[in-house]
């Protein structure tokens, strides 16, 4: 195990670790409001992994072919919004989870029939091969990756921190009932913010089918575990949280891969997680979240 | 004693259960009915977890996989009797319920259920790879047949017995549990969990209890799996599973023991009926799963046999069938 092995294993961790922070953000705004496991999250992302494959493949412009996707994820995301999750926005807990893994079934049988149960490669938008830095060579296609993540959740921030809409988010965030008295559109934050998650997660998704070269319907099912395990980790309902997570959970898995092998890698994680929640409950960067009835 | 407590219903019930494999003589018949009462206990365990406590698991084929192993690796590489076999697997499968249950429901319910999918693709990369013990992908074949004090079940008609026996017995206890205070305190801390704490019920200790007694019925029922199918492989444990046994349980209906067999004959049986080699069937029936949990939790989340005041009256009346066979008559 010498320098260079490890300088490019972590830059892949880093790489793994950036795309699942974008897709865990948008999970988390989700999260934050309703308290709700988007089963659903993933299994848009990959509905939307395929139309970006689809388009590039009719041989769309690639930036056009990729917003196109991502508005594909985003109104995916309304729909299930609206048909899975608003009329039962109100019940038991445990309701709305189960309608949300109902939706997701569907998008994953959906899914299989248009596009088939194969693996399909996905076209190397960014070269690979590797650039010299201080001597070391590194992956490019990974660096690339890193700072295009990195970029994907700035913007998200910016969405969040400085527009109306996220100020609204925030709000609903805080108490829905209150907000709505303020005069929030309730009705339309909660699917505008489905929508956005859903943009940013079939980014995510595009990123991760570049990264792998693979496309794949168990990819909705992965994409929601790493989602939900990264929101976990940095603490739950916490948009920075999520994105430091999700850095953290590719670093994990990056060394678990070095340490004892790639067929444990996701142990590793679950250990790990674990292992958080035991020591600090309200997750790595979170605050105390009083369970709501 | 059985009979003085719970009444006429469970006498009827035992009366049929002996009766079926005498009066139904076809073994494919009677192998679906043995089938759908292994799936009948998972998906009562599934019950306890979800309908009752209202925490979701996604990781009962996880446990029922547990189950299976340990029974099927004590007998064949330690030659125990199956009776043992049987208490080993659902005491392993509720350990590993109970010590993966508590981290996450100190916290909230929510974590446990992505817990519970992590710990399903553990447990089957695990059995997968780990070949000295488990012997991989090919899976674990000559598992002897049940066998109880020197009585060795060999025709499906007496594995029925012994398989409706185990039934039989579950039913009966799950129904005193969830009718006493236990079944209260879980029903409590499902509808509201602030109310039931200041109520004085220790939360964390009634859903670690409700998710470890799932899960010591999903061990029992891999045991009998294990030993009437006789062979055990990593596949017939993966996540598909866990969705059709929640998908059995919210079918018959959430916190209703008779929904559960109900939702455990269902899906075992109409694919059995439907099974012609359909290429389009097998693709399509997650989405059909998947629309049907939907469907359900948005009109009907108490589920078939649930509340039943505005049920359609066929419903009603296979309700009352099967409440009369199964259920003592309750105080309301």
Wanted: net charge positive; with cysteine.
């Amino acid at each position: 195990m010498d320098v260079p092995y490890l300088t490019e294993q972590l830059v892949n961790g880093l790489a793994t670790g950036s795309i699942y922070a974008v897709i865990a953000v948008g999970y988390a705004m989700v999260y934050s409001i309703l308290y709700l496991i988007n089963f659903a999250h993933g299994d848009v992302i990959m509905v939307g992994a395929f139309a970006a494959l689809t388009l590039i493949g009719m041989a769309f412009p690639v930036p056009a072919a990729i917003l196109a996707a991502c508005a594909v994820g985003a109104l995916v995301a309304l729909a299930v919004e609206r048909i899975a999750y608003r009329p039962v926005r109100y019940a038991n807990r445990v309701v709305p989870m189960i309608s949300a893994l109902g939706a997701g079934l569907v998008l994953a049988t959906l899914a299989h029939l248009v596009w088939g149960p194969e693996v399909q490669p996905f076209p190397q938008l960014i070269p690979r091969g590797n650039i010299e830095i201080a001597g070391i060579a590194v992956p490019q296609q990974a660096l690339i990756i890193l700072g295009l993540s990195l970029a994907i959740v700035m913007f998200a921030s910016f969405l969040l921190e400085r527009t109306r809409l996220g100020r609204a988010t925030k709000c609903v965030c805080q108490d829905i009932y209150a907000a709505q008295l303020m005069g929030i559109p309730v009705n339309l934050i909660i699917p505008l913010v489905y929508a956005v998650g859903g943009f940013l997660g079939v980014a995510g998704g595009i990123l991760f089918a570049m990264y792998f070269n693979a496309v794949f319907i168990q990819m909705g099912l992965l994409a929601t575990t790493k989602a939900w395990a990264a929101a976990m980790l940095g603490g739950v309902g916490n948009f920075y949280g999520a994105a430091l997570g999700g850095l953290m959970l590719g670093v994990a898995e990056m060394l678990a891969v070095v340490t004892v092998g790639s067929a444990y890698k996701d142990g590793v994680a679950l250990v790990i997680i674990v292992a958080v929640l035991l020591l600090r409950p309200q997750g790595l960067f979170g605050r105390r979240v009083v369970e709501r009835s | 004693m059985l009979v003085a407590r719970a009444g006429w219903p469970a006498l009827a019930g035992i009366v049929l259960l002996i009766a079926i494999p005498l009066m139904v003589t076809d073994r494919y018949v009677l192998y679906v009915l043995n089938i759908s009462m292994i799936f009948a206990i998972l998906a009562i365990g599934q019950n306890i977890i979800t309908g009752w406590c209202g925490m979701l698991t996604l990781g009962h084929a996880a446990f029922f996989g547990v189950g299976a192993y340990t029974s099927g690796l004590l007998a064949v590489d330690h030659g125990w009797p199956f009776l043992a076999c049987f208490a080993a697997a659902g005491l392993a499968a509720g350990l590993a319920g109970a010590l993966l249950s508590l981290p996450c429901l100190r916290v909230r319910s929510d974590f446990l259920s992505l817990i519970t999918i992590a710990f399903a693709q553990m447990f089957f990369v695990v059995v997968n790879n780990w070949t000295e013990l488990t012997r991989g992908p090919m899976g674990l074949p000559r598992i002897p047949r049940m066998e109880v004090f020197g009585w060795t079940a060999r025709t499906e008609a007496e594995i029925f017995w012994v398989i409706g026996g185990v039934l039989a017995i579950v039913m009966f206890a799950v129904h005193r549990l969830v009718s006493g205070p236990i079944g209260r305190a879980w029903e409590a801390v499902r509808d509201d969990e602030n109310a039931a704490r200041a109520l004085g019920i220790n939360v964390t200790h009634a859903k670690v209890q409700a998710f470890t007694i799932g899960c010591v019925l999903a061990g029992f029922a891999g045991s009998l799996y294990a030993h009437t199918l006789r062979i055990v492989a990593p596949e017939m444990f993966f996540l598909e599973e866990s969705l059709i046994i929640m998908q059995m349980a919210i079918l018959g209906g959430l916190a209703s023991l008779p929904g559960s067999l109900l939702g455990a004959a269902l899906m075992v049986g109409i694919p059995e009926a439907l099974r012609s080699g359909n290429e389009w069937l097998i693709t399509l029936r997650p989405g059909i799963g998947g629309a049907l949990l939907l469907a359900m939790m948005i009109w009907r989340p108490q589920g078939l046999l649930g509340r039943l005041r505005d049920a359609p009256p066929f419903l009603l009346a296979l309700s009352a069938a099967l409440r009369g066979l199964f259920v003592q008559r309750s105080r309301r």
